[in-house]
């Protein structure tokens, strides 16, 4: 669950495999997105707003438009659940955690992977950027 940056909308991820974005003063859901396979693990907002993105069972990482409701692209590398996933502060980047142990970055634009971290022995269950960007 996360709040977008300007406070209005909450956007949450369900074991439905859904979605769902609610208007935070009236409590109303606005939208559901669907498109993974299964449990939806992790969401959050792109620092304008404008994209989600959303990690799952599934394996994979999706990025969508919130104005439309539509998928934009689906990042796949994992090799276990995602558990985690995060906007960089500029919303140029993503860094995501998984089951398979890896923490992986990717370019938001291209959904290319530009790097992953391997060292922990168990799964990645959260990931973080610096408030600069420049650091996980």
């Known amino acids: 669950v996360q709040f977008s940056p300007d406070g209005n909308i ?3 991820g369900s ?4 979605i769902r974005l609610w208007d ?3 409590g109303k859901q606005i939208q559901s997105l669907e498109g993974h396979s299964s449990n939806v693990t992790s969401v959050g907002f792109s620092p304008d707003s404008k994209r989600i993105v959303s990690g799952s069972y599934d394996e994979t990482i999706r990025l969508w438009d919130v104005s439309s409701g539509k998928q ?4 796949g590398g994992h090799l276990g659940h995602v558990y985690s996933v995060r906007f960089s502060p500029d919303g140029n980047k993503i860094l995501s955690g998984s089951s398979d142990k890896i923490i992986r970055l990717w370019d938001a634009s291209s959904g290319k992977q530009i790097q992953s971290l391997e060292g922990h022995l ?5 990931v973080q950027f610096s408030p600069d960007g420049n650091r996980i």
């Open 10 to 12: 909450i956007v949450s």
């Open 15 to 18: 074991s439905d495999k859904t």
């Open 72 to 75: 934009i692209q689906s990042l």
């Open 122 to 126: 168990e799964a990645i269950n959260s």
């Open 24 to 26: 935070v003063s009236s």
